[in-house]
């Protein structure tokens, strides 16, 4: 089924580990996503991708970086990741033209 | 400050009835708006869009509507059923100097409609 894979669907991990969440996609979108979501915050902006090779910062990316070297990963690391960045990670892909996202199914991560 | 408002947390409705989910913007630069639906342990998906050039845009049971003079918008579901409780995201496309990426999306922080039966 073409479409977001996310991994992993949750991880628990100690304060100042690293950490990076695997996205990849089957649908050559040119653009890739990843934003946060947390209660009462709903979704924010981490890092894009607007093709292969190019990355731009969102509205949260510090603590954050990300890599695109090819069109279907677009993985995002947590050089050393804080209690702050518990949160569950959603990556996305879109042709730039619509503005339509479409969303893995998440990651759920718990810094403690 | 928040460009992409959802000022209603959560909403409640009987199931037949209409559910109406609002939404409003500052940002006089957005260009194109989209609805979310999330259920729980999901990504969220896409449901519904308006260009700014419209004032309507209706698909089944789903319509959108826009006010650009009151920077306002609303998602209306009629009839209300169970199978639409869920959070539902409004989101509008970046002013063109917003993070330099035409589709990046800013998100409103939700509002869970609860259909009962």
């Known amino acids: 089924i073409a479409g977001i894979t996310q991994a992993p669907t949750s991880q628990i991990l100690a304060a100042g580990r690293r950490m990076t969440l695997r996205c990849t996609q089957d649908?050559?979108?040119?653009?890739m996503y990843w934003y946060r979501q947390d209660l009462g915050l709903g979704l924010r902006l981490i890092h894009y991708?607007?093709?292969?090779?190019?990355?731009g910062k969102g509205e949260v990316p510090d603590g954050y970086s990300v890599s695109r070297a090819n069109t279907d990963d677009f993985p995002l690391t947590l050089a050393s990741a804080v209690p702050s960045q518990t949160s569950v990670y959603f990556c996305?892909?879109?042709?730039?033209?619509?503005?339509?996202?479409?969303f893995g199914e998440g990651s759920r991560l718990t810094v403690l | 400050d928040q460009q992409v408002k959802q000022n209603s947390p959560s909403l409640s409705v009987q199931e037949g009835r209409i559910s109406i989910l609002n939404c409003d913007y500052t940002?006089?630069?957005?260009?194109?708006f989209l609805w979310y639906k999330k259920y729980p342990a999901e990504g969220p998906t896409f449901l519904i869009s308006?260009?700014?050039?419209?004032d309507k845009n209706e698909d089944g049971r789903f319509t959108v509507f826009l006010n650009k003079s009151a920077k306002h918008l609303s998602l209306h579901i009629v009839p209300s059923q169970p199978g639409d409780s869920a959070v539902y995201f409004c989101?509008?496309?970046?002013?063109?100097?917003?993070?330099?990426?035409?589709?990046?999306?800013?998100f409103g922080k939700g509002t869970k409609l609860s259909v009962k039966p």
């Open positions: 308006i260009s700014s050039i419209k």
């Open positions: 989101a509008a496309r970046g002013a063109p100097n917003y993070g330099g990426s035409q589709g990046n999306l800013i």
């Open positions: 649908m050559r979108h040119n653009a």
């Open positions: 991708s607007n093709t292969a090779g190019t990355t």
């Open positions: 996305a892909s879109s042709q730039t033209e619509t503005g339509e996202l479409f």
């Open positions: 940002n006089s630069m957005f260009d194109y």
